[in-house]
């Protein structure tokens, strides 16, 4: 069983920065990928973005990429997703997740173990 704390989000002007963590506890964090999603008011969980259990590799989300940037910390079992540049589009609850597979999954259902959320608002 794993347990996931988001924390870091909050208000933000357009065009600012957030920092999100997810803080994972067990002893076995750096056996799994680590994924970011996110949901806005009545839309589907969309996939944001994924690191491997090393951390050497990641995925983004197109609409994501080159603005975001997603890190993990296996000594502190915490995964971060750090966001530049922030749309209004941005605006959703953002939830991290163990990936399931070993392949950089961007499914929802390839995900287990979802954390509570941490809402980020983008004004423009």
């Known amino acids: 069983q794993v347990q996931l704390v988001e924390s870091g989000g909050g208000l933000v002007q357009a065009g600012g920065s957030l920092r999100l963590s997810c803080a994972a506890s067990?002893?076995?964090?750096?056996?799994?990928?680590m994924g970011w999603f996110r949901q806005a008011p009545g839309k589907e969980r969309e996939f944001v973005a994924t690191?491997?259990?090393?951390?050497?590799?990641?995925s983004y989300a197109d609409s994501v990429k080159g603005r975001f940037t997603i890190s993990r910390d296996n000594a502190k079992n915490t995964v971060y997703l750090q966001m530049t540049s922030l749309k209004p589009e941005d605006t959703a609850v953002y939830y991290c997740?163990?990936?399931?597979?070993?392949?950089?999954?961007?499914?929802?259902?390839?995900?287990?173990?979802w954390g509570q959320g941490t809402q980020v608002t983008v004004s423009s």
């Open positions: 997740a163990v990936d399931r597979t070993v392949a950089l999954a961007r499914r929802p259902e390839m995900y287990a173990y």
């Open positions: 067990g002893r076995t964090f750096s056996s799994y990928g």
């Open positions: 690191i491997s259990r090393s951390g050497t590799s990641t």
